[in-house]
């Protein structure tokens, strides 16, 4: 979090993004109103309906309220509800050795630089504090090399394959990080079409990967 924010957060304390409720950045009651709808379709775990009013709210002010350390609490949920889950995917021989990389999708630099952070990145690193003992945390493996619009602005499914088409790269200098945990789980706030996810797919198989799942908050 950048100074600004920190001393922002210090003068006004934390409230409830969903009902404003005082001292916290997202309460209690507002965690139990969400409903948490885990859904595997294929390679890719999904928690939450966008459809939902409340978890729309909630996902736009994570990334574009200025609202980082929901990062933290997001990525509780996920682990949260999908450990079992994600303990599957790991490798047989988890341990120092071998471990199940958890890297997040990257952003254009220039909205990085606007809103401070990458929600993806946070939401990747959350997982790999939660469950240490599984993850290995790679969470810049990926990097983007082509300026996209973006997608949520393009309605035509082809059109965001398009659009997203070799985008994303593992650079050399990463490559090893791939091959030496080759088991990968892909994180990401929303999926729509899967053009981003298959894109970043596609790239990690390129550079070495064995498996690759997916992990987003809502469909």
Do not use: W
């Amino acid at each position: 979090m950048s100074f600004l924010s920190t001393l922002f957060s210090i003068i006004f304390p934390d409230h409830c993004v969903l009902c404003n409720k005082k001292d916290f950045l997202l309460c209690q009651t507002c965690i139990l109103k969400l409903k948490a709808k885990p859904e595997r379709s294929g390679n890719i775990l999904s928690l939450f309906s966008y459809r939902d009013p409340l978890v729309r709210q909630l996902i736009l002010s994570f990334k574009y309220r200025n609202n980082p350390r929901l990062g933290e609490i997001l990525g509780s949920l996920l682990s949260d509800n999908f450990g079992e889950a994600i303990y599957e995917m790991a490798p047989l021989e988890v341990s120092n050795e071998r471990k199940l990389l958890v890297v997040s999708i990257p952003q254009n630099k220039s909205k990085t630089n606007t809103r401070g952070y990458n929600q993806s990145s946070l939401l990747a690193m959350s997982l790999s504090k939660a469950m240490p003992y599984i993850f290995e945390a790679g969470v810049s493996v990926l990097y983007k090399v082509k300026d996209t619009p973006h997608q949520a602005t393009i309605k035509d499914r082809v059109a965001r394959f398009e659009n997203i088409s070799e985008a994303f790269v593992v650079p050399e200098k990463e490559i090893g990080k791939v091959i030496h945990s080759p088991d990968i789980l892909v994180v990401d706030d929303v999926f729509t079409t899967g053009a981003t996810l298959r894109e970043a797919e596609r790239a990690l198989y390129i550079a070495g990967a064995k498996t690759v799942h997916h992990i987003v908050l809502a469909h």
